[in-house]
């Protein structure tokens, strides 16, 4: 059964269109690799799956009560706001699935406890995007959807990043990520796509 | 005691229960930072009042009951259009991107601005208004506007309340929203009426100098002081209330207007919270 699926979908911005006819279909147990040049259109197919982008045509069909856990590319997180890398993973859990972890299960998955208390704001890059990651299991998410989260991260973060997908793939959870090191996550891909010119191809298949 | 309590009851009562939901309400745009629109509003809405007294003398009905028992309720609907159309503005700017949205809320603030004094200027009851509400003399509060401010207050406590976790999380982040399947849009598009209601209700009674205080000082002085964000909104709470509770002795042993006194008050605090998130960092 489908999760999410577009279908003739266009996508775009303010009536502009990035990507044309987009149709993609993510079933339980994918595991999808999004590349693609920059401007490509990967961040636009990757938030159409979300549901934050109006489609310009076509359709979205998503399964009912479906949980879904979003890390984004990067986040402004600005230094002065108050809230803390506790209330951030927090967050996860306010949707209507509720949390199926709890917070400091979730940071531990990343190896973040220690940082709980400190303000987002404060966190380097890489910290920032493992607790992006953990908010983003906390509600043990049928789909994940990551863009680029290990964009500006060191290899230790990295490593730690990857590990989190590896086991949500091995739980049967669906993962979409935008990525610009597709090799790093070969042992776990089940489809590659490609967003280039507008248009989405599938020019591999790769058995997981 | 009990006299005191008479004179100023319900105007204590009213700053008291209006105060804690202007400063969640500017704590709100301090996380989505768009803490201008906290200027922004209650100058819209002050030309909104203006507005009302200017065109009050054009409905006799009207006009005599504003003269005999206080406030109708054109003099509400104007202020609450006049703000919502400021976020408007806002909203629109952001749409046309033409210019930043902040440099045309700016263009807006100074027109309503120079509005507000032109009506006034031409309203038979504005300058006598002037002096009373817009100097922020909660004194002269009558039940009708006691009873405006509660209804609305509570409303917007209620909405504030219900949605918070949207709220939050479409500050912070609003893709999370999403992800979350929260009612992101319906929300927002919500929010402009609210806060419009809120801050154009607290022009209306309590006045732009004390609305202004309020919206935006607590909030600054909490982020100082709170890492987390419900320590961060409830710190922003207390102040306020500590705020208006202690400027009602502090605007009579000095003789001032009140709304200007709690501004000052409120200025203190936001000063101390800098110094002791000065020292902690140190």
């Known amino acids: 059964m489908d999760l999410v699926a577009l279908e003739q979908a266009s996508l775009g911005y303010d009536g502009r269109e990035v990507i044309a006819g987009a149709n993609l279909r993510v079933c339980a147990g994918d595991f999808i690799a999004v590349v693609g040049p920059n401007g490509g259109g990967k961040s636009t197919l990757l938030r159409a799956l979300l549901g934050s982008v109006p489609l310009l045509a076509g359709r979205r069909r998503a399964a009912p009560d479906l949980r879904v856990g979003y890390v984004p590319q990067e986040h402004e997180g600005a230094r002065d706001l ?9 967050m996860g859990g306010w949707g209507r699935a509720g949390a199926a972890l709890s917070v400091a299960e979730a940071l531990d998955r990343v190896a973040l406890q220690a940082l709980a208390a400190a303000r987002f704001g404060t966190l380097s890059g890489g910290q920032k995007q493992r607790v992006l990651l953990a908010r983003a299991l906390v509600c043990d998410p049928q789909l994940l959807l990551l863009d680029e989260p290990v964009s500006g991260v060191d290899a230790e973060a990295q490593a730690a990043i990857y590990r989190a997908l590896a086991d949500q793939a091995r739980a049967g959870g669906a993962v979409v990520i935008v ?21 989405i191809s599938i020019p591999t298949a790769t058995a997981r | 005691m009990r006299d005191y309590l008479e004179l100023f009851g319900l105007s204590l009562l009213a700053s008291v229960i209006a105060a804690p939901v202007l400063a969640l309400c500017g704590a709100l745009l301090h996380l989505r ?34 003269l005999e028992h206080g406030h109708p309720p054109m003099l509400y609907l104007l202020p609450f259009a006049a703000g919502a159309a400021c976020l408007a503005l806002l909203a629109y700017g952001m ?10 809320l700016a263009g807006g603030f100074a027109l309503a601005g120079a509005l507000a004094y032109v ?4 309203a ?26 509660a209804a609305v207050s509570a409303a917007g406590l209620a909405f504030l309340g219900a949605f918070r976790r949207t709220l939050l999380v479409g500050a912070l982040d609003p893709e999370q929203a999403y992800a979350l399947r929260m009612p992101l849009r319906a929300v927002n598009r919500s929010l402009p009426m609210v806060l419009g209601a809120v801050i154009g209700c607290g ?67 936001w000063l101390l919270a800098a110094v002791v998130h000065r020292i902690r960092r140190s």
């Open chain 2, 33 to 66: 930072r768009e803490a201008f629109l906290g200027v922004a509003v209650p100058q819209f809405a002050t030309a909104g009042v203006a507005a009302a007294l200017w065109l009050l003398p054009s409905f006799p009905a009207l006009h005599r009951s504003y």
């Open chain 2, 124 to 149: 038979p009851s504005g300058a006598n208004f002037a002096e009373t509400v817009l100097r922020g003399e909660v004194l002269l509060l009558d039940l009708h506007d006691f009873q405006a401010l």
């Open chain 1, 82 to 90: 108050p809230w803390t890398a506790r209330d951030a993973v927090a």
């Open chain 2, 203 to 269: 022009v209306m009674t309590l006045g732009p100098i004390l609305v202004f205080a309020l919206l935006f000082l607590p909030p600054i002085g909490a982020a100082l002081l709170t890492r987390g964000l419900r320590v961060f909104l409830f710190v922003t709470a207390l102040l306020a209330l500590l705020v208006v509770i202690l400027a009602w002795p502090a605007a009579i042993l000095a003789d001032l207007p009140y709304g200007p006194t709690a501004g000052l008050l409120a200025g203190s605090f």
């Open chain 2, 119 to 122: 009506f006034l200027a031409r």
């Open chain 1, 179 to 199: 990525t610009h090191q597709p090799d790093a996550l070969a042992a776990w891909t089940t489809r590659c796509v490609r967003a280039e010119h507008g248009r």
């Open chain 2, 95 to 104: 749409r046309a991107s033409r210019a930043p949205a902040a440099s045309q």
